[in-house]
């Protein structure tokens, strides 16, 4: 494995981006004392010499031009060579070397190097001169690059580790995470090949709602050399969403600079198992109502601001009526079937803001936040009407009764509950299928 090679940003930067693009352009026959006037004057380090050139107004293409450079200037004056006022055409030297563009900056300074020159001179895509580029201007742009990295990777056993290991291994750059190395488990874990994710940042995978949480472990790790482990849901290259468990740490690098290993555990199926669990804990595996548990929670807390607010809270408990002799006549996984049903109706009804929970057997509650009991009791009604009125496909017509309460501010829910039931029971003792406010006074 060894020292890998991860492309230098400064190859893909154009010599457009740095070059100069002042400079003189005279003929042959002008003055050198003329030409150094007319550099000073423009802040200009270079003459471009060709004939003509004044007249037509068109750039000189690079072909057969001369050049002369404040440096020439200075030394001929230093030598004693500028008395007279030569033309510049018998001081210019050899013609401008060229290149293009497009080209990139490493290629220029390459060529810069090649030739022992101290300047290009840069032409556009028609052959016409349209800059300089001087040897500091493309020394500076690439050390402004960031500086190719040097990467050891792990050899030997550890090699082994590194392409065999089910975890996604990613090296980044320390300051901005940008990933560098990426080992063949990122393919199943992200959808990318270890050349498609370099180059991208941990950031580039994070989605929008993560980003936040992806800073401060970033911070994190900068103060502290580590963050993790924590979870992150990350964008795979087909845009869904994978949990994972991220560690990162802090390294040297063999050539001294900082970097982070980062491993990544796909954690999607304990991610679903949670939910599953979650969901199991809470919910009804019949009817997939909710059980008691939330409905205690979430009573408890409505309550609450019943108490403190006086806000309006409706209540229902929901009975079917003579369910055992559906149960009797129909058969249990019939009499299963027609409480799934009603739950769906029931559900149907509601609204999201309401909470339905089945409380046991074929008993269901309901509460509704902000809502009176004139507004409850009229709820109750559909609910009675969307069970009663269309039959059940192998139980026939099923009826329910409703106790319907709004609670009193200060009241428990114990409270509550039997003031409902009572409601309940006058229900069914009147004849069943209907709905019936409480009283006030708890029985
Ligand atoms: N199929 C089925 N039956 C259940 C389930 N839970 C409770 N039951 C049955 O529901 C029936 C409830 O009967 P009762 O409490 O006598 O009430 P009822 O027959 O509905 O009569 P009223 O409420 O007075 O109208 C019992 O036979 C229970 O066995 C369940 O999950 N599935």
Known sequence: MGTSETDDPGKQTAVRQVMARGWVRCTPETPLSTVAAAMEERGAEVAVVAEAAGETGADPGPAGMGFVSTETILGMVAAGRGAGDPEVGTVATRPLPCVAADDTVEHARHRLE???????????????????????????????????????????????????????????????????????????????????????????????????????????????????????????????????????????????????????????????????????ATHDPLTGAFNRIPFEERIDAEMERVARYATALGFLVIDIDHFKAINDTHGHDVGDRVLVEVARRLRDIIRGSDLLARWGGEEFVVLLPETDLFGALELGERLREAIADRSFEEAGTITVSIGVAQAVPGESVRRLFSRADAALYRAKAEGRNRVLPADLVAP
């Open 114 to 280: 090649a030739l022992g020159a101290a300047r290009l001179g840069v032409t556009g895509r028609d052959g016409s001169l349209v800059g300089l580029v001087d040897r500091r201007s493309l020394e500076r742009a690439a050390a402004a690059l960031p500086p190719p990295p040097a990467v050891t990777l792990p050899e030997g056993e550890l090699a082994t580790l590194y392409t065999m290991a089910p975890l996604a291994i990613l090296l980044t750059r320390f300051e901005d995470g940008c990933i560098l190395e990426a080992n063949p488990a990122t393919r199943a874990l992200l959808g990318y090949g270890p050349e498609e994710v370099t180059g991208l940042g941990l950031a580039d995978l994070t989605p929008a709602e993560a980003q936040a949480e992806e800073a401060l472990q970033h911070r994190r790790l900068r103060t502290h050399g580590r963050c993790g482990p924590y979870e992150l849901e990350l964008l795979r290259a087909n845009g869904e969403q994978v949990p994972v468990l991220v560690n990162g740490v802090r390294v040297e690098a063999s050539d001294g600079e900082p970097r982070a290993w980062y491993l990544l555990q796909d954690i999607a199926e304990r991610k679903a198992l949670e939910r599953e669990l979650a969901h199991r």
